[in-house]
C-alpha cells in the first residue's frame, strides 16, 4: 500500500529518484523508497528527462521491422510508414532514464538522462508561469482604466483613489501589480504616472544565482569515447573572442585535421545568437557539406550553454551534430582554436576596439592567417591542405579566399576600422 504524503514532489525527493535510475532500480522500487505510487515516478521521470539523440553521422537507421521488411536495405529510412523505433526495456520500463547505464558506450539508440536539480527547477518555472496572468475581464479593466486614469493625471495616489471609488475592488498592492505589469498601458498609465514610484528609485533587483549547467552526456571524457567510435568524424573546435565586455564578439571555428579557422560576428555573447551562425553554415553549405560540423568541441561559456540550439536543426528538430564541452578551466583540451587565435591577436590586439569591426573585415583577417605556411602542416598553409582533404568548392562556399605569399600580412594596420 502506498502513502501519499504530499502531492508535490520536492527537491530532496528528486534527488532520490536520480540515485535510484543510477542505481539502475526499477520505477517500482524507487517508488517503494518514497512511499509514492509508482505512475507518479513514472510520469516524473518521463516529464523532466532530457534526450539526447543518437549519432545518425554514417550510422544505420535502427527499426524494429528491419528483418521483416521487404525493401532493399538501401531504402531504409525514417520517412518509411513502417519505420518503428527499436525500443530498449531498461530506458522505456523498468528504469526510465540512461544514466550510468553499463551498455551506454555500445548504444545506437537516443539516450535520456534525468538530473533532479534541471526536473525541480523545470517544475517550479512550470508552476509559477501557471499561475501568472491578470485576473481581470475586460469590462473590469476598462472601468479601472478609465476611473484612475484621469485621477492619477491630477496627482491622487492609488490609496486615495481606492478609498473614494470602493466599487473598483481592488487592494492598493494588487493595482500597483496591474500597473506595473502594463496592464492599463495604452490607456496612459504606467510607472511614471505614479507618484510614489517617481519620488522613489528604482529598487535594485538582487540577481537569481544561476543553476549549474547539466553537461551529462556532453562532457570531454563523453567527447573522447565518442571520437574512439567514429574516428572518422574530423573536429571542429569552437570559441569566442572579444575585447569590449559590451561587444562585438567573434565566434571562431577551427578544423582540427586542416588547421583552417573562420569567424562570425556576433553583437550579442547568447547560445542562440552563436547557434544562428550554425543555422546560416547549414543553409549555406547544404547536408553533404555541412558534415564538416557533425563533431563540435567548445568550452562551458555561457553562450554555448544551450545545447539543443546547437545540435538540433531549428526546423525539423533533427540531431545535426554532436556538440562536447571541454573540462572547466582546461583549454588546453582544445589546443587548434588557442593556438590560431595568437594569430587574431597579432591584427586584433587586446586594447583595440572592435566597435566598428565588420564582418568583411573578419573575412579578410582569417584570408590571411588562412595563408600562414604552418610546421606542423609540413610547410603547408592551412587553405592549402583544406583545399586538398575538401576541395576548393567547399572553400568558395565559405568565402575562403587564397592570399599570396608575400601580401600575407599580420599587422593591426591590415584592418581599418579606427
Not at 588546453?332 to 566598428?356: A, F
Amino acid at each position: 500500500m502506498y502513502i501519499m504524503r504530499a502531492k508535490h514532489l520536492t527537491l530532496e525527493e528528486r534527488k532520490i529518484i536520480q540515485e535510484g535510475i543510477e542505481k539502475r532500480l526499477s520505477k517500482t522500487a524507487i517508488a517503494r523508497s518514497l512511499h509514492k505510487d509508482p505512475t507518479t515516478i513514472a510520469k516524473e521521470i518521463k516529464k523532466h528527462r532530457t534526450l539526447k539523440p543518437r549519432n545518425r553521422f554514417n550510422s544505420p537507421v535502427i527499426c524494429s521491422n528491419f528483418k521483416q521488411c521487404s525493401k532493399p536495405r538501401k531504402y531504409c529510412s525514417e520517412a518509411c510508414p513502417s519505420y518503428a523505433e527499436q525500443s530498449c526495456s531498461l530506458r522505456d520500463r523498468s528504469v526510465g532514464a540512461c544514466n550510468h547505464c553499463p551498455d551506454i558506450k555500445h548504444c545506437r539508440l537516443d539516450h535520456y538522462f534525468y538530473n533532479a536539480s534541471h526536473a525541480h527547477e523545470d517544475y517550479l518555472f512550470h508552476l509559477s508561469d501557471s499561475r501568472q496572468g491578470v485576473n481581470l475581464s475586460e469590462p473590469q479593466r476598462l472601468l479601472i482604466a478609465q476611473t484612475i486614469a484621469p485621477l492619477l493625471k491630477k496627482g491622487q495616489s492609488l490609496y486615495q483613489i481606492l478609498a473614494n471609488h470602493p466599487e473598483l475592488s481592488l487592494s492598493v498592492k494588487s493595482l500597483y501589480t496591474y500597473i506595473e505589469g502594463g496592464v492599463f498601458k495604452d490607456f496612459g498609465v504606467d510607472n511614471f504616472s505614479l507618484r510614489r514610484q517617481v519620488s522613489m528609485r528604482e529598487r535594485k533587483k538582487l540577481k537569481k544565482r544561476r543553476e549549474p549547467v547539466n553537461y551529462e552526456g556532453h562532457k570531454f571524457s563523453d567527447y573522447l569515447a565518442f571520437l574512439a567510435d567514429n574516428p572518422s568524424i574530423p573536429t571542429t573546435e569552437m570559441d569566442t573572442l572579444y575585447n569590449q565586455p559590451q561587444g562585438p564578439y567573434i565566434q571562431t571555428f577551427s578544423f582540427q585535421n586542416t588547421g583552417l579557422m573562420i569567424g562570425f560576428l556576433h553583437q550579442e555573447k547568447t547560445s542562440e545568437s552563436m547557434a544562428s551562425a550554425l543555422d546560416f553554415l547549414q543553409e549555406l553549405l547544404g547536408i553533404d557539406y555541412f558534415r564538416l560540423f557533425s563533431l563540435i568541441l567548445t568550452d562551458r561559456g555561457t553562450e554555448f550553454e544551450k545545447v539543443s540550439l546547437f545540435e538540433q536543426n531549428p526546423k525539423s528538430g533533427q540531431i545535426r551534430t554532436n556538440i562536447f564541452y571541454c573540462d572547466p578551466q582546461t583549454p588546453s583540451q582544445k589546443p587548434h582554436v588557442e593556438n590560431n587565435h595568437n594569430y587574431v591577436r597579432n591584427i586584433l590586439p587586446n586594447q583595440r576596439n572592435l566597435e566598428h569591426l565588420t564582418q568583411k573585415d573578419l573575412n579578410l583577417m582569417f584570408d590571411h592567417i588562412n595563408s600562414v605556411p604552418r610546421k606542423v602542416l609540413g610547410g603547408r598553409t592551412p587553405y592549402e591542405v583544406f583545399s586538398f582533404f575538401y576541395g576548393e568548392t567547399l572553400l568558395h562556399k565559405l568565402g575562403v579566399r587564397r592570399i599570396e605569399p608575400d601580401s600575407v600580412t599580420l599587422q593591426p594596420y591590415l584592418l581599418k576600422i579606427e
